[in-house]
């Protein structure tokens, strides 16, 4: 599922592609005709990131919320944009740019209170200037929930996936399953500043970059659109600092990878 990085760069391209102009707006596949016909012809006023959650504001007051989920994407296209492939789900069409989604868990239109109880929800982000992580700290060191599952909460931070879950518990020693009770204030304010740069290099890259320079050693990744981890899909492979064959197992129903070694507690 693609994590917050993600989606603040699409935020960001349809912020400057779109934004400003009248969008045309369509469903060819059909399941979002209605919500589309609401927004079609409309100025696109901006477009923001909250999490994994993407919205484009309208000059009505309203706004498209897309999910992606595991299988949304989005892709690129010049105007004049050719005849729709696939499952399209929604089309935007500006005057110099359009984009094709497909596959996302949630495309629907909000209204300005729906927007807000959206929002509400929603732990705070990394990647939003003037994010609280003090409110995530709150929800953190009262429960017992491992610190693992509290990180992938989006109540509790938005924007976290499996990947940076996995990466930043690594990169500060800290076992998945210690309690959220156990971590110290001044281990939760390291891993929020280390998610914040993370989290911005994968927006300015466009990938994930969580290795350190000198743990790089430049071997093969575990797919070859991946980026190199530490320990995220790398079960049963030595651990880049220690050897230690990495774990896995499954925490509320994904999967967990660790070093035994160096996460120790």
Same mark, same amino acid.
């Given at each position: 599922?693609?994590?917050?990085?993600?989606?603040?760069?699409?935020?960001?391209?349809?912020?400057?592609?779109?934004?400003?102009?009248?969008?045309?707006?369509?469903?060819?596949?059909?399941?979002?005709?209605?919500?589309?016909a609401?927004?079609?012809?409309?100025?696109?006023? +901006?477009?923001?990131?909250?999490?994994?959650? @993407?919205?484009?504001?309208?000059?009505?007051?309203?706004a498209?919320? #897309?999910? @992606?989920? @595991?299988?949304? *994407?989005?892709t690129?296209? %010049?105007?004049?944009?050719?005849?729709p #492939?696939?499952?399209?789900?929604m089309?935007?069409a500006g005057?110099?740019?359009?984009t094709?989604?497909?596959?996302? *868990? %949630?495309?629907e239109?909000?209204? %300005?209170?729906e927007i807000g109880a959206?929002?509400?929800?929603?732990?705070?982000?990394?990647? +939003?200037?003037?994010?609280?992580?003090?409110?995530?700290?709150?929800?953190i060191h009262?429960?017992?929930?491992?610190?693992?599952?509290?990180?992938?909460?989006?109540?509790?931070?938005?924007?976290?996936?499996?990947?940076?879950?996995a990466?930043?518990? /690594? +990169?500060?020693?800290?076992?998945?399953?210690?309690?959220?009770?156990?971590?110290?204030?001044g281990?939760?304010?390291?891993?929020w500043?280390? @998610?914040?740069?993370l989290?911005?290099v994968?927006?300015?890259r466009g990938k994930?970059?969580?290795?350190?320079?000198e743990?790089?050693?430049?071997?093969?990744? /575990?797919?070859?659109d991946?980026?190199? *981890? /530490?320990v995220?899909?790398? %079960?049963?492979?030595p651990?880049?600092?220690?050897?230690?064959?990495?774990?896995?197992?499954?925490?509320?129903?994904?999967?967990?990878?660790?070093?035994?070694?160096?996460?120790?507690?």
């Amino acid at each position: 599922m693609p994590e917050g990085h993600t989606l603040h760069r699409l935020a960001k391209l349809h912020q400057q592609r779109l934004a400003g102009g009248v969008v045309r707006v369509s469903s060819p596949q059909g399941k979002f005709a209605g919500g589309a016909a609401r927004v079609d012809r409309q100025v696109l006023v +901006r477009s923001e990131a909250w999490g994994k959650h @993407l919205l484009h504001h309208y000059e009505s007051g309203l706004a498209v919320h #897309v999910h @992606l989920g @595991l299988y949304g *994407t989005f892709t690129e296209s %010049a105007i004049p944009m050719g005849e729709p #492939v696939g499952q399209v789900r929604m089309r935007l069409a500006g005057a110099g740019f359009g984009t094709d989604l497909r596959g996302p *868990t %949630a495309c629907e239109v909000l209204t %300005a209170p729906e927007i807000g109880a959206l929002i509400d929800r929603l732990g705070p982000d990394p990647l +939003r200037r003037g994010a609280d992580p003090e409110r995530a700290w709150q929800r953190i060191h009262r429960s017992r929930r491992p610190i693992g599952s509290l990180l992938m909460d989006q109540q509790v931070i938005a924007g976290v996936g499996n990947v940076y879950r996995a990466e930043v518990l /690594y +990169r500060h020693g800290i076992a998945p399953h210690r309690p959220g009770t156990a971590l110290a204030p001044g281990e939760w304010e390291a891993l929020w500043a280390d @998610l914040v740069q993370l989290m911005r290099v994968g927006v300015r890259r466009g990938k994930m970059h969580v290795v350190r320079a000198e743990h790089d050693h430049g071997e093969p990744s /575990y797919a070859p659109d991946r980026p190199r *981890t /530490y320990v995220y899909r790398r %079960a049963g492979a030595p651990c880049r600092t220690c050897g230690t064959p990495v774990a896995h197992s499954v925490l509320e129903g994904r999967n967990l990878f660790w070093c035994p070694t160096c996460q120790p507690s």
